[in-house]
C-alpha cells in the first residue's frame, strides 16, 4: 500500500477504490501512465498508429453548395 508501505491484496468490496485512487494519484504526479490513462490512450505498451480505429470518430461535414 503506498500509505502504510506495506504489501496488501485488495479484496473485491474495496478493489475497486484501490484502482481509483491509483489511477487518481499516477495523474496528480503527472507520470506517464497516469497520463495515458487521463488522454484515454493504451497504457501497456501497445502500438496505436493502426489498432483500435474503431473507437473515436471524427465527423464529416458537408460543404454548403
Do not use: C
Amino acid at each position: 500500500d503506498i500509505k502504510d508501505g506495506k504489501f496488501s491484496q485488495a479484496t473485491s468490496n474495496n478493489l475497486d477504490t484501490k484502482v481509483r485512487e491509483d489511477l487518481e494519484r499516477m495523474k496528480k504526479i503527472r507520470v506517464h501512465r497516469g497520463l495515458r490513462h487521463y488522454w484515454n490512450l493504451r497504457v501497456r505498451g501497445q502500438h496505436t498508429k493502426t489498432t483500435g480505429r474503431r473507437g473515436r470518430t471524427v465527423g464529416v461535414s458537408k460543404k454548403k453548395a
